[in-house]
């Protein structure tokens, strides 16, 4: 059964780094999100893309931040200059359709970053 | 704004019980579409079912089962006959559109199940 994979599974940082999540969406998929979950709290909407755009960033989703489909495959989210609160698991997810209505986002394991 | 609330923070439950997730909703939307994930300790967000807010019969899939009452907001999660790889947090979370083809998904806060042997 297809799934979306990240990598990597963790990732630690120093303070002030730049990171990259990678992610490879389902193949036949057109829409891709990332999510964070910053340990014991709510999961938290941070953009979703389509069609080579961002189409919608929560307030989370400031200028260190962007988001890349480099290729036809991966999809990935950059944090510029890292912080100690971007600590979080960081949820890449994927769906198809174009119907809002009838659709489900698939999650993919999560890449865990740790900022010292 | 849409919310989600999940009022039970965690939940012991005997094994082959059947054990119900509580999930209320608030939306002034009339179209919209609920979903339950499961989350093991490793980490990985699962789908587990989904309601459509018109959908006629509540959702069902295999031992996972959806009480969706509308009238009174409310779309809980029913597993039956657990086991003890059941035990997971839970969320429950609410399609929020943004736009005809695009969502985001809103979250509650999750419930940690515990299935005890």
């Known amino acids: 059964e297809p799934e979306v994979t990240q990598t990597p599974s963790h990732q630690v940082t120093q303070m002030g780094q730049e990171v990259i999540l990678r992610c490879v969406p389902i193949?036949?998929?057109?829409?891709f999100y990332w999510y964070r979950q910053i340990l014991g709290q709510k999961v938290e909407f941070l953009v979703s893309?389509?069609?080579?755009?961002?189409?919608?960033k929560s307030e989370i989703f400031d200028d260190q931040f962007s988001v890349e489909r480099p290729d036809g495959s991966n999809f990935t989210l950059k944090i510029r200059s890292t912080k100690l609160e971007d600590s979080a698991m960081y949820f890449c997810?994927?769906?198809?359709?174009?119907?809002?209505?009838?659709?489900?986002?698939?999650f993919g394991p999560g890449t865990r970053l740790t900022v010292l | 704004a849409q919310k989600i609330t999940q009022t039970q923070p965690g939940m012991f439950v005997q094994e082959k019980e059947a054990v119900t997730l509580d999930c209320t909703y608030d939306?002034?939307?009339?179209?919209?579409?609920l979903f339950w994930y499961k989350q093991p300790s490793s980490g990985e967000m699962i789908f587990l079912i989904y309601?459509?807010?018109?959908d006629e019969q509540n959702a069902t899939e295999g031992r996972y089962s959806l009480n969706f009452q509308k009238a009174r907001k409310s779309a809980n999660l029913v597993i039956s006959a657990s086991q003890l790889g059941d035990s997971a947090m839970y969320f429950c979370?609410?399609?929020?559109?943004?736009?005809?083809?695009?969502?985001?998904?809103?979250w509650g806060a999750g419930t940690k199940l515990i299935i005890k042997p």
């Open positions: 997810a994927s769906r198809t359709s174009r119907l809002a209505t009838s659709d489900t986002q698939y």
């Open positions: 193949s036949n998929h057109l829409y």
């Open positions: 893309f389509y069609n080579n755009e961002i189409s919608e």
């Open positions: 939306t002034s939307d009339q179209s919209y579409g």
């Open positions: 309601q459509g807010s018109y």
């Open positions: 979370a609410m399609r929020e559109v943004y736009m005809d083809s695009n969502y985001q998904l809103i």
